[in-house]
C-alpha cells in the first residue's frame, strides 16, 4: 500500500523528532538516571545541581523537538526561548517565552519518564507501559483546534510504534522517511495494511552502516509495536580505505624486510598478527598486549583492562586451541628486537646499551611492529642487586637500553613463545630408518650433543623426572641421552649468547637452576656462582650425549700423557700440558698456603696423582683457556685464587691480577684453591 506524501508531513509533526537530536539527550537522560548529576555522582545522595530543574526542562522540551541543545539549564537564552515559545504554541497559550507553572509542572513530569526508561534493568513490560504514558501525556497537553482539521483522519488511522536502541536513527516506510528514533522510539500514525519498514543509522565517520529491514502488519484497533535490532555492515568507504592502508603496510612490509635482510635480520611475516624470528626460533606478537590486530597494524583494545587479564585472556584462547601458550620473553629474547636504524653500535643491538647516532624511535621494526608505543617493556629477567633485593629487567625502546628497576608502572608488554616443531619430540627419520632428532646443537670443540629444541629451552621438571626424559629420548633414538655433569654445564654456559650455534636461548643470566646428573639432589647455576640443595623442585635442564669420538679423545690424550681413562673430574689444557681439577664440592672452601700444598699432594682422581698448587703464570693460562670448568668461582672478579711460587703465596682473581701477597712460611692468606698437575708426553 502507498503513502501519500501530506500523510508523512503528519507522521513527522506528531513524532516531535524531526529536528532534535536524540544523541546527547539519550545521554542526558542516562546520566540523570545514573545519578550523575546528583552529590558528585554518589547515588543516594540528595541533588546539589542547582539548575537540575531547569536542565530537565530543557531536555523534556529536546525529546519534543524544540530544543537542540545539550540542556545547561539556563532558560533565558536565545534557543531556550524559542523552544519555550514552541511548545507553548503546541499547549494553545500564549507564546511569551516565559514558563507558567504549570507548564513548568509538565515537562518536568515528561522527563521523568524519560529518566524512567533509562535507568537500568528496566522490564520491557515497564518500558511498553511508559511509552504509553508518554504518547496519552503529550496528546493531553497539545492544543485540540490546532490539529482539529486532522481528527477525523486520525480516526482512520491506527498507530505504530517502532522501538530501537539506536538513536537518530531515520525511520522508513515503503521507501519514504517517516521519522527518527527518539530516546529509544517513534509513533507513526498509519492505515492498516502491509508495509516494508526500513531503519537506518550511519556512524559519525561514515564507516558503518546500522540497518534492519522487514515487513510488517498493521493491524486495527491496537498499539502496534516493532522492535528493531540492527545489523552492523562496513561501508564502500570503509572498505575502500582498509585496502589503501593495507596496501600501503604490505608496501612498508616489504621494504623493510629487504632492508633488514641485507642487514643480516629475517623475519617471516605469519597472517595471524604473529611474526616469526626462526635465528632464535621465536614467534612474536606483532602488537603490544593492550593493542589488537586488525589485520594491517595495530589498534588500541577497547576490551584491554589489564596485562594480567589480557595475558589470562590471549593463553585461555590458546589453550583451547591446543595451542602453545604465549608468555612475556627473558631479557635477551627481548633485546633480540632492539633495531638501531644508524647501525651504531649494530643494527640488531644485543648490547644492551643505547643506539647511538641518527636512530629512527622507537628502536624496533617499525613496519613489522606497526605502533609500538615509545616505553619501557618487561622481560621475565629477574636479578637481584648488591643489597640482594629482587629486580626485573626491562628495554627502553626509545633509545634500545636494558635496564633494572623494582617497579614496572606504566611499562609494557609483548608476548612470545618458542617455535617448536609440530612433532613434539622432534623427531625425524633418517636413511637407515633409524630414528634422530633434528633440534640440536653440535659442540664440536666438546664432542657434545645438546637438545636444542625450543621445548627444551623452557622445560622444567623434578630431578626424577628430567632423567626419565631423557631416558625416553635414549628409547626413541640410537644415542644414550642423559642428563648432563657439571663440567659439561659448563661447556653450554659458555654459548648463551651465541645466536649462531645455540638456536634455542634459555636466558641463562638470569639465575636459573639447572639439574645435573651426578649430583641428584643439586642444581647448579653459573649466574649466582654456586648450587642450591632441592627436593622436589621443578628445574631447568637439558638433555646431552657424547659424540662416539670424545672417548677415543680421551684415550688418545691418555695415551698421549701416560695417563689413565680420567672422567669429567679432571679438565686437561692441551696446548699448555696442563691438567686441572675440577672438583664442584670444593669450591666453597678457602686455604691457607700450607693446607693447599698439603691437599694437593694427597690428591688423588682417577687414580692420577702429583697434584700441585699452581703458580701464577699457570693460573693465568687457566683463565685465559676458559676451560670448561664445573665451578663458576672462576668467572668472578672478586673471588682470588691462591698461588704460589717459591717462597712467597699470592691471591689473584680471574683477570691475574695479583691482590694480595705474602711469604709462603707466614701462612697469613687464604684463598679458593684449584690444583694443577704438569704433563709431559709420553715418548712411545
Not at 49 to 67: F, H, T, W
Not at 112 to 134: C, F, H, P, R, T
Not at 296 to 307: F, V
Request: aromatic letters at 10%; glycine letters at 4%.
Amino acid at each position: 500500500m502507498h503513502i501519500s506524501k501530506t500523510m508523512f508531513l503528519l507522521f513527522i509533526l506528531l513524532s516531535f523528532t524531526a529536528t532534535s537530536n536524540a544523541g546527547f539527550l539519550s545521554q542526558f537522560f542516562a546520566n540523570v538516571a545514573s545519578d550523575s548529576l546528583k552529590g558528585n555522582g554518589k547515588k543516594g545522595h540528595v541533588a546539589t545541581d542547582p539548575v537540575i530543574r531547569e536542565k530537565k526542562m530543557q531536555g523534556a522540551l529536546g525529546a519534543m523537538g524544540y530544543y537542540h541543545q545539550f540542556p545547561d539549564g539556563d532558560l533565558n537564552t536565545f534557543e531556550s526561548r524559542i523552544a519555550i515559545k514552541g511548545f507553548q504554541k503546541f499547549l494553545g497559550s500564549e507564546p511569551t517565552g516565559m514558563l507558567l507553572d504549570t507548564e513548568k509542572e509538565q515537562l518536568l513530569y515528561l522527563s521523568n519518564l524519560y529518566v524512567e526508561l533509562k535507568k537500568e534493568n528496566i522490564s520491557q513490560q515497564k518500558e511498553y507501559a511508559i511509552y504509553n504514558e508518554i504518547d496519552s501525556t503529550i496528546d493531553a497537553m497539545k492544543h485540540q483546534a490546532f490539529y482539529q482539521e486532522y481528527l477525523n483522519y486520525f480516526d482512520s488511522t491506527e498507530k505504530l510504534r517502532v522501538i530501537s536502541q539506536e538513536e537518530d536513527a531515520l525511520v522508513y516506510i515503503n521507501g519514504l522517511e517517516v521519522g527518527k528514533i527518539l530516546l529509544g522510539y517513534v509513533n507513526v500514525k498509519i492505515e492498516p495494511g502491509i508495509y516494508e519498514l526500513k531503519i537506518e543509522k550511519f556512524t559519525t565517520d561514515g564507516e558503518w552502516q546500522l540497518t534492519s529491514t522487514k515487513s510488517i502488519e498493521v493491524k486495527e484497533d491496537i498499539i502496534n509495536i516493532s522492535k528493531v535490532t540492527l545489523s552492523k555492515r562496513e561501508t564502500k568507504q570503509r572498505k575502500d580505505r582498509i585496502a589503501k592502508e593495507l596496501a600501503q603496510a604490505k608496501e612498508s612490509e616489504t621494504n623493510e624486510l629487504k632492508i633488514l635482510k641485507a642487514q643480516g635480520i629475517e623475519y617471516t611475516i605469519n597472517l595471524d598478527g604473529t611474526i616469526t624470528d626462526f635465528e632464535h626460533n621465536l614467534v612474536w606478537m606483532r602488537c603490544t598486549i593492550e593493542q589488537m590486530w586488525n589485520g594491517h597494524t595495530c589498534l588500541q583494545d577497547p576490551d584491554y583492562k589489564n596485562i594480567d587479564t589480557s595475558f589470562k585472556k590471549v593463553n585461555t584462547k590458546a589453550a583451547a586451541a591446543g595451542q602453545q601458550k604465549w608468555r612475556i620473553p627473558t631479557i635477551n629474547e627481548l633485546t633480540s628486537l632492539v633495531y638501531c636504524s644508524s647501525g651504531k653500535p649494530a643494527y640488531r643491538n644485543l648490547t644492551e646499551k643505547s643506539c647511538q647516532g641518527n636512530y629512527r624511535s622507537p628502536t624496533i621494526a617499525q613496519s613489522l611492529f606497526p605502533n609500538t608505543p615509545v616505553a619501557n617493556f618487561w622481560s621475565s629477567t629477574i636479578i637481584q642487586d648488591f643489597m640482594f633485593r629482587r629486580k626485573a629487567k626491562f628495554i627502553n625502546f626509545d633509545k634500545g637500553y636494558a635496564f633494572k628497576d623494582s617497579s614496572g608502572e606504566k611499562s609494557k608488554v609483548r608476548l612470545v613463545k618458542s617455535l617448536i616443531n609440530q612433532n613434539d619430540e622432534n623427531l625425524t627419520t633418517n636413511s637407515n630408518s633409524s630414528g634422530e632428532y633434528s633440534d640440536v646443537f653440535h659442540d664440536k670443540n666438546n664432542h657434545l650433543v645438546w637438545e636444542d629444541s625450543s621445548k627444551s629451552a623452557e622445560q622444567k621438571k623434578t630431578y626424577t623426572n628430567a632423567k626419565k626424559h631423557c631416558q625416553t629420548m635414549t628409547k626413541n633414538s640410537k644415542n644414550k641421552w642423559r642428563l648432563p655433569s657439571t663440567a659439561e654445564l659448563a661447556t653450554l654456559f659458555s654459548h648463551q649468547n651465541d645466536s649462531k650455534t645455540l638456536k634455542n636461548l634459555h636466558d641463562f643470566r638470569s639465575g636459573q637452576h639447572y639439574l645435573v646428573s651426578n649430583i641428584e639432589n643439586m642444581g647448579f647455576d653459573f649466574k649466582d656462582r654456586g648450587n642450591t640443595k632441592i627436593r622436589s623442585t621443578n628445574l631447568h635442564f637439558r638433555c646431552v650425549y657424547e659424540k662416539p669420538d670424545k672417548v677415543n679423545i680421551r684415550h688418545s690424550i691418555a695415551k698421549k700423557y701416560n695417563l689413565p681413562i680420567y672422567s669429567d673430574n679432571i679438565v686437561v689444557d692441551l696446548e699448555n700440558h696442563l691438567a686441572w681439577e675440577n672438583n664442584l664440592t670444593n669450591e666453597s672452601k678457602y686455604y691457607s698456603p700450607q693446607k693447599a700444598k698439603n691437599r694437593c699432594e694427597n690428591l688423588n682422581i682417577d687414580g692420577i696423582n702429583n697434584w700441585q698448587v699452581p703458580d701464577s703464570k699457570q693460573l693465568r693460562m687457566f683463565f685465559k683457556q676458559s676451560l670448561a670448568y664445573s665451578t663458576a668461582k672462576v668467572v668472578s672478579e672478586k673471588i682470588g685464587f691462591l698461588s704460589i711460587k717459591r717462597d712467597y703465596a699470592y691471591k689473584l682473581n680471574n683477570k691475574g691480577k695479583k691482590t694480595d701477597k705474602s711469604l709462603l712460611a707466614d701462612n697469613n692468606i687464604s684463598a679458593h684453591l684449584i690444583c694443577v698437575k704438569p704433563l709431559s708426553q709420553h715418548k712411545s
